[in-house]
DNA sequence: AAGTGGTCTAGACCACCTA
DNA sequence: AGGTGGTCTAGACCACTTA
């Protein structure tokens, strides 16, 4: 408590600043212990508690988990379902299947009004625009586009997305970057021609409703960061949403 | 902290429940200023840091808000769609426009083998059925059917619910229950006969997707109370949900 | 037995609002 | 000036895990 407070953020949030920084230098890896709250405390010249309001944020946040009596770690980072999944309709606590990711491509777009403006950018910015295709038991599933600022993720490689758990994952990895969903909008739509071929859905079948899916998502210090669009086939399995 | 600690259970979760069952009780309304963190500290035998941590999580409930150098206020019973809100696609940060509720009617059935598990019911446990409609600038967009165990809910008047905010509204105002979002499901759909003359949804247009969506809801310990099935339509409107 | 997270206290000060 | 929420500390004890 000596120092460096600037003064008009209070030491628990510089604490959880800080600590945000270290994870993101990749300090610490998915499930590796944190030092204890006495050991941060000493270190940070703050008190057990302040340091346990900054992790207990930290926790709230998904960044970390705690277990009693053992110590405090490093969250794996979420995949792109976040805390959705999809499950058999009306049943809410069946276990979910995993889904196969399959990497479709990487493609420069600029940004259209709508967009540039949830991303807070200027007309017309450059974009990247990484589309992936999930499996379930082979089937094709669901389509995303992920939209991000090109110039924000510079250098940005598609073999790193070819073999990673997702788009979220890799922003973690390669740019320290830790993103979490801000909101998300929910349409029924009859599935667009281009999209229905990526998803398998061809010949006389035709008009199929297709759940269609926007999401805005922002780094810990709610930056925008992510426009998202897919489009999911809901007549075997339902977007399942669990709430805090 | 002198006396009645059935320990097994922290002091500051006593205090929360015991706010809470005062709050069912109706000793305070909506935007009534709750005793200060010391009065509340000095009236249970605990320290101030002990009840601000159990108002804290009631904050983060939902069931109360703070304002710095006023007080803590008693928060307004959330309406059935919760976080969620009718915007249009793309807009993330339009203000939602009020949708005009329509109260169709009460009635009774058995619930089905999925109902029944997920509200922890006998198999054809009595239910009551709560149908409304929504309706934004005239036009109806949203049906609503919610599901409550009639043996907790004896005595439901339908007077009570033609005349309210909803039926969240009315579980809190006539049998004292706070109803929380456990999670929900979304499909896209191909719009039921039955619902399509509800929505007004009729003639030659014939097949017109909608947003299915289904939703448990329990108390705020936990124990399921309703089910939720709702068919709204997106053809002009998205289904927005805002997240922590 | 030692280490860790989890709870609780008493007291102090600050920032903000109302009067 | 007085009341309220918001932060911070030092010290204590408990419950759980590991060795």
């Known amino acids: 408590m000596t120092a460096n407070t600037l003064k008009r953020q209070p030491l628990y949030a510089q604490v959880k600043q800080l600590l945000m920084q270290r994870m993101s230098g990749g300090e610490w890896q998915a499930h590796d212990a944190l030092p204890s709250e006495w050991e941060l405390a000493d270190e940070l010249g703050a008190s057990q508690g302040t340091v346990r309001k ?13 277990q009693q009596g053992r110590g405090t770690y490093a969250a794996p980072v979420p995949g792109d379902w976040g805390e959705a999944s999809l499950l058999t309709p009306g049943l809410f606590f069946e276990r979910p299947d995993e889904l196969v990711r399959e990497f479709l ?13 949830a991303l807070q950018l200027r007309r017309l910015a450059p974009l990247l625009r990484i589309r992936q295709l999930w499996r379930w ?18 250098g940005m490689d598609a073999r790193w997305l070819r073999n990673s758990a997702g788009v979220y994952a890799t922003l973690q990895q390669r740019f320290g970057v830790r993103v979490k969903v801000v909101c998300e909008q929910f349409r029924a739509e ?28 922002a780094d810990m210090d709610g930056r925008p960061l992510e426009w998202r669009q897919r489009y999911c086939l809901t007549h075997q399995l339902a977007y399942t949403v669990k709430h805090g």
Chains 1, 2 share one sequence.
């Open 54 to 66: 900054a992790l207990s944020e930290l926790v709230d946040a998904g960044l970390l988990y705690r």
């Open 105 to 117: 491509g990487m493609s420069r777009l600029n940004a259209s009004e709508d967009i540039a403006e």
């Open 137 to 154: 038991h082979g089937a094709p599933v669901a389509l995303d586009d992920a939209l991000l600022p090109a110039e924000t993720f510079d």
């Open 190 to 217: 009859m599935l667009p021609r281009e999209e229905a071929g990526l998803l398998g859905v061809t010949g006389m079948v035709a008009d199929v409703p297709a759940l269609c899916l926007l999401r805005l998502s």
